[in-house]
Nanobody, 123 residues
Framework: QLRLVESGGGLVQPGGSLRLSCAVS????????IGWFRQAPGNEREGVSC????????NVADSVKGRFTISRDNAKNTVYLQMNSLKPEDTAVYYC????????????????WGQGTQVTVSS
């Protein structure tokens, strides 16, 4: 059964850092691109970053460019999102999902969402 589980969220002060993890099971991670998304209360879910199956291509949303970095360890079946210089507007539930392709695809093509992990940036 295909499953993605996010972890690593929490409460952090502005300017702080967190590393989120997306652990996958039920499929071979190294065949697929993975995307990170977030959804703040009252907002639609938005794409944050994606990484190709080999890790050689990444896309990052303009809102987090220069602050967030996506990476993957296929041997550990895990994709990471390193978040630095966090801002209050980064507060959201963060999700990962699979693209079904080896490449990053349009945000609306991802599926099999995890349960999400809450990130709260507040002083």
């Amino acid at each position: 059964q295909l499953r993605l589980v996010e972890s690593g969220g929490g409460l952090v002060q502005p300017g702080g850092s967190l590393r989120l993890s997306c652990a996958v099971s039920g499929f071979t991670l190294n065949y697929y691109a993975i995307g990170w998304f977030r959804q703040a209360p009252g907002n639609e879910r938005e794409g944050v970053s994606c990484i190709s199956s080999s890790g050689d291509t990444t896309n990052v949303a303009d809102s987090v460019k220069g602050r967030f970095t996506i990476s993957r360890d296929n041997a550990k079946n895990t994709v990471y999102l390193q978040m630095n210089s966090l801002k209050p507007e980064d507060t959201a539930v963060y999700y990962c999902a699979i693209s079904g392709s080896s490449r990053c695809v349009p945000w609306d093509k991802y599926f099999n969402w995890g349960q999400g992990t809450q990130v709260t940036v507040s002083s």
